[in-house]
């Protein structure tokens, strides 16, 4: 598989890793509680759709981040799909992708519900998605470069 694909596999891992930490800052600091159970608007500023104080942003925040994650992650499983012939990428990308709205379900029942349950559901997928996406990146890392692409780096090497 390209270079390319591998690093998208390991951006979106990295990406996931980062906003479970920033949902658990979020859920630490009772963020989700500042919005007053309105999903997908927060209490704030002009219309409900800016931040008006430090928990508000950090909702605010995580969202966003969470947004700009799962557009990777549909990347991601996309390109695996399309490009990568080794079915094991292509399942760990799948269930990544499948787990995904179940994830963004349960975020938004964090801000509306805030039961112990609906924290350790929301943390429990982003998990799955989490280890999902590890696995694509390492598989992909594993997978045999394509024929034309190690001939030419064998080729490379010999003229050296």
Known sequence: MSLRFRHLAATAAGMTFVLILLGVYTAAAGAGLSCGARWPLCDGAVFGLFPADWPSFIE???????????????????????YHGDRRVRAASALALVVLPIQMALGAATVTVYTALVQVA???????????????????YDAPEPAERVGTAAAASADD
């Not at 947004?67 to 695996?80: D, P």
Request: overall charge positive; cysteine-free; proline content about 0%.
């Open 122 to 140: 929301h943390h429990a997928a982003a998990l799955v998605i989490f280890g999902a996406l590890v696995a694509t990146a390492v598989w992909a």
């Open 60 to 82: 605010w925040f995580h969202r966003l981040f969470a947004l700009l994650t799962g557009v990777v992650i549909l990347g991601t499983a996309s390109a695996a799909w399309r």
